[in-house]
T-cell receptor
Framework: AQSVTQLGSHVSVSEGALVLLRCNYS??????LFWYVQYPNQGLQLLLK??????LVKGINGFEAEFKKSETSFHLTKPSAHMSDAAEYFC??????????FGQGTELSVKP | DGGITQSPKYLFRKEGQNVTLSCEQN?????MYWYRQDPGQGLRLIYY???????QKGDIAEGYSVSREKKESFPLTVTSAQKNPTAFYLC??????????????FGQGTRLTVV
């Protein structure tokens, strides 16, 4: 069975600092991985996805993620945090039928 | 604009009542999904449908029911058998349900509270 683990339910950074949100997956087949962002009381918006074309994936709003098979990781990064990045972030792996298996989520806070 | 519309945004239910959450999409997507979100637990799959007139249980289907009579609509009924229905419910769709790696599009969610 596939699964996703996000390390750290809450991450706090200062504005302008590096953002690093961790995601590890478990999959018996080559995975398709996603990062979604959720603002309070809203739905999820796709940040980026990995579909085996390239290990470094660039997404919207300056975010990127690197797929590392040896580490079974797909960590999300952004060089410089902005106040508007404060939100909850979800890592997910694609399952049969188009279903998504989500991690527990990481809430990102950005301090001025 | 194409997208997914969930209604209502907020819903209050008395104990013992059934309530129905609406989900409509105009993306011409084949597959639709219902997820439940609780704090610290991520999103969990309730039901999904890959084609009209067919649907499958997800991980937490007990106390819920769905129908898929039209391609664009996938309503979720929270029955009185669901013992802890207070949660944020998200509807999603994908172009084709059978393909791995297909991006899911989400509605804005319905927050259900038992009073």
């Amino acid at each position: 069975a596939q699964s996703v683990t996000q390390l750290g339910s809450h991450v706090s950074v200062s504005e302008g600092a590096l953002v690093l949100l961790r995601c590890n997956y478990s999959s018996s087949v080559p995975p398709y991985l996603f990062w979604y962002v959720q603002y309070p009381n809203q739905g999820l918006q796709l940040l980026l996805k990995y579909t085996s074309a390239a290990t470094l994936v660039k997404g919207i709003n300056g975010f990127e993620a690197e797929f590392k098979k040896s580490e079974t990781s797909f960590h999300l990064t952004k060089p410089s945090a902005h106040m508007s990045d404060a939100a909850e972030y979800f890592c997910a792996v694609s399952d049969q039928g188009g279903k998504l298996i989500f991690g527990q989520g990481t809430e990102l806070s950005v301090k001025p | 604009d194409g997208g997914i519309t969930q209604s209502p945004k907020y819903l209050f239910r008395k104990e013992g009542q059934n309530v129905t959450l609406s989900c409509e999409q105009n993306l011409n997507h084949d597959a639709m999904y219902w997820y439940r979100q609780d704090p610290g637990q991520g999103l969990r799959l309730i039901y999904y449908s890959q084609i009209v007139n067919d649907f499958q249980k997800g991980d937490i289907a007990e106390g819920y029911s769905v129908s898929r009579e039209k391609k664009e609509s996938f309503p979720l009924t929270v029955t009185s058998a669901q013992k802890n229905p207070t949660a944020f419910y998200l509807c999603a769709s994908t172009l084709q349900g059978g393909n791995l790696g297909t991006e899911a599009f989400f509605g804005q969610g319905t927050r259900l509270t038992v009073v």
